[in-house]
């Protein structure tokens, strides 16, 4: 099973490997364009050659092994050749049946690997034991290069979530981490919002159809309201009511990192739209929000243009109301306008770079400066301001909830005056 030779010139990236079906070779035309490094359902002794290939070929960056059902002896052998490989950088067996024990198996040999920089294991019914086998590759010297972790689709609790969050903690190069579809639950997404307040430097959690309730957001809302480097966060799906986009909505005034909030799929409903609306009022870094599939009405949408009209420094770029209880027609008009506004600061920023440059044109021209202008240095420190405003900590700490599902202990967002 060798891989094929790169014609000259090519520069499209790593080579092609052969798959096996049975014993019919395809040939590798089959892998062309989006099937590139893919195996397309190798057999057992497809498996074999892959095995020797890669502890032979260093040349293999990516290896793309998913919709493949492996038993225990086949992921040994995969593990082999991870395990003497040191070319490859990414590797995905998602629906590969490994569960816990080979997922074990698979993760010490990417330990041993040490230079894998992506890893899929989606949809293979790995649980708390396969979590813990995962946390400790994330704790190991073979996890320096890990930047995306894809565990979606597994039947991962809390527990597992602990082990995760506690490698997560150690692995300072990790950036993404996905366990959509798992049952985390807010015990979980506490464990991941204490490890994100420590200042690791995760880009994006997805925790989607996960179980979480508002007592979760109220420990998420702690770790936006400290940490500044998390831009991407998922929790589409789960049971998040007005009391939780509160405890979001606090936090994200000040916050001044993410840049994209997915609430797709919850119960948020028309007595959220002052909440919504202050973040809609006052944040500045927001780019994509996801309301979509909820039971919002007209009168939530009157609020959010309104707010929207109102922040002169708005970044938002997509509001995704689709799926409410509104029209075609009232949902464009929110589109319609953050189109124009983004259109608007596109041209505001070259107009902006257009004048600098022509002041630095004449000032090099002149060669004169103005005695009573401000050095560029004085400038910076006069003109920055305080970025802390309310304490949000302590105002999620009044807010504490007792119980995730406790009616008495929403609480209704102050209005800005």
């Known amino acids: 099973m060798a891989p094929s030779k790169k014609r000259s010139g090519d520069k499209s990236g790593p080579r092609l490997l052969r798959g096996w079906s049975g014993k ?21 002794a497809g498996i074999k050659h892959l095995r020797t290939d890669l502890q032979r070929a260093d040349d293999l960056e990516k290896l793309d092994l998913k919709y493949r059902f492996m038993n225990l002896e086949e992921i040994a052998l995969l593990a082999e050749g991870v395990a003497g490989n040191t070319g490859l950088r990414s590797l995905n067996v998602m629906c590969g049946e490994l569960g816990d024990e080979g997922a074990k198996v698979l993760m010490e040999a990417v330990s041993t690997q040490g230079l894998l920089q992506d890893i899929s294991l989606a949809s293979n019914g790995v649980g708390d034991e ?32 602990k082990f995760l969050a506690d490698g997560m903690s150690v692995c300072k190069n990790l950036r993404v981490m996905c366990l959509s579809m798992n049952q985390v639950g807010d015990e979980g997404v506490k464990a991941f919002a204490e490890a994100l307040g420590l200042g690791v430097p995760l880009n994006a959690l997805e925790l989607g159809s996960n179980h979480v309730t508002n007592l ?23 049971q998040i009511s007005c009391e939780g986009v509160e405890y979001l909505a606090d936090a994200l005034v000040a916050n001044t990192s993410l840049k994209e909030l997915d609430l797709a799929r919850n119960m948020i ?15 500045t870094t927001l780019q994509k929000l996801s309301l979509e599939d909820n039971f919002i009405t007209m009168k939530s949408l009157d609020e959010y243009i309104k707010m929207l009209r109102m922040n002169d420094g ?5 509001l995704n109301l689709d799926n409410n209880e509104l029209t075609k027609k009232e949902t464009d008009q929110v589109r319609v306008y953050l189109r124009a506004q983004d259109h608007n600061l596109a041209g505001g920023a070259q107009q ?6 022509s002041r630095g044109h004449q000032s090099s021209g002149s060669g004169r400066q103005s005695s009573g202008s401000p050095s560029r240095s004085g400038s910076k420190l006069t003109s920055r301001t305080s970025q802390t405003g ?12 007792s119980a995730p599902h406790s009616s008495s202990a929403s609480l209704a967002l102050t209005a800005a005056a």
């Open 24 to 44: 019919v070779c395809i040939p590798e035309t089959t892998l062309a364009g989006k099937y590139k490094g893919a195996l397309l359902n190798p057999s057992i």
């Open 130 to 161: 396969g979590a813990e086998a995962v946390a400790d590759w994330l704790r190991s010297s073979g996890a320096q290069r890990a930047k995306h972790l894809q565990l979606r689709n597994n039947h991962i609790t809390a527990v597992g979530a």
């Open 216 to 238: 979760g957001c109220y420990h998420l809302a702690e770790a936006l309201s400290t940490q500044s480097r998390l831009h991407r966060l998922e929790l589409r799906g789960n």
């Open 269 to 283: 409903r028309d007595d959220c739209s002052e909440a919504v609306g202050q973040v809609l009022l006052k944040n």
């Open 314 to 318: 708005l970044r938002l770029k997509e």
């Open 352 to 357: 902006s770079r257009r004048r600098r440059q």
């Open 390 to 401: 309310s304490p949000v900590r302590s105002k999620l700490n009044s807010q504490r909830p």
